[in-house]
């Protein structure tokens, strides 16, 4: 199975940015998304930011995320 999460963009050198993550930044491949800029939020997958999305999805998805790692540590 194949996740897609998504993150914060920071800087941005050419193809290639920082993205934020919330505990983890990546550098990402953003040439699939022109004039991205800093502050938008992407969704990534296997190191390509393949979609734009806006700050409210992005907090929802965000907190999805994190639900789904608080179970996971309760069933351990």
């Known amino acids: 199975m194949c996740l897609a999460v998504p993150g914060l963009v920071g800087s941005i ?35 390509y930011a393949i979609e734009r ?8 998805r965000i907190q999805l995320w994190e639900e789904m790692a608080q179970s996971a540590e309760e069933i351990e």
């Open 13 to 47: 050198d050419g193809d290639y940015a920082e993205v934020d993550f919330g505990e983890v930044k990546k550098r990402v491949c953003v040439s699939l998304l022109p004039g991205l800029q800093e502050g938008e939020y992407v969704i990534v997958h296997t190191g």
């Open 53 to 60: 999305i806006d700050s409210e999805e992005a907090k929802k």
